[in-house]
């Protein structure tokens, strides 16, 4: 099973930028996916972001298109999310996902049960 560590949560204001990464040790292939995830205190799971390490097809949710991007260097084997613009209700903790399977939506990733220890983002107004 691949272990996945994030790094680069923190606070910044409203409009601000932050970029997470997850290191992932131990063997990835072509066939899984990879994603973010979020939940904020009270509130359910939200998938973010995913990627499909096979076809390197990317999804996000609705609430971070346009100012989220996902990527995935391969050649470290860590995966990043670059976070633009950010609001007030982006504020959550953030986990990195992975699974082998093709069904690699925002809908799934949250669900995936390799996950880890997760992030801390605040955004202040």
């Known amino acids: 099973q691949v272990q996945l560590v994030e790094s680069g949560g923190g606070s910044v204001q409203a409009g601000g930028s932050l970029r997470l990464s997850c290191a992932a040790s131990g063997y990835t292939s072509g066939r899984d996916c990879m994603g973010w995830f979020r939940q904020a205190p009270g509130k359910e799971r939200e998938g973010v972001a995913t990627i499909y390490t096979g076809s390197g097809v990317k999804y996000y949710a609705d609430s971070v298109k346009g100012r989220f991007t996902i990527s995935r260097d391969s050649a470290k084997n860590t995966l990043y999310l670059q976070m633009n613009s950010l609001k007030p209700e982006d504020t959550a903790m953030y986990y990195c996902?992975?699974?082998?399977?093709?069904?690699?939506?925002?809908?799934?990733?949250?669900?995936?049960?390799?996950r880890g220890q997760g992030t801390q983002v605040i955004v202040s107004s």
């Open positions: 996902a992975a699974a082998r399977t093709t069904y690699c939506t925002t809908a799934s990733v949250s669900h995936f049960d390799n």
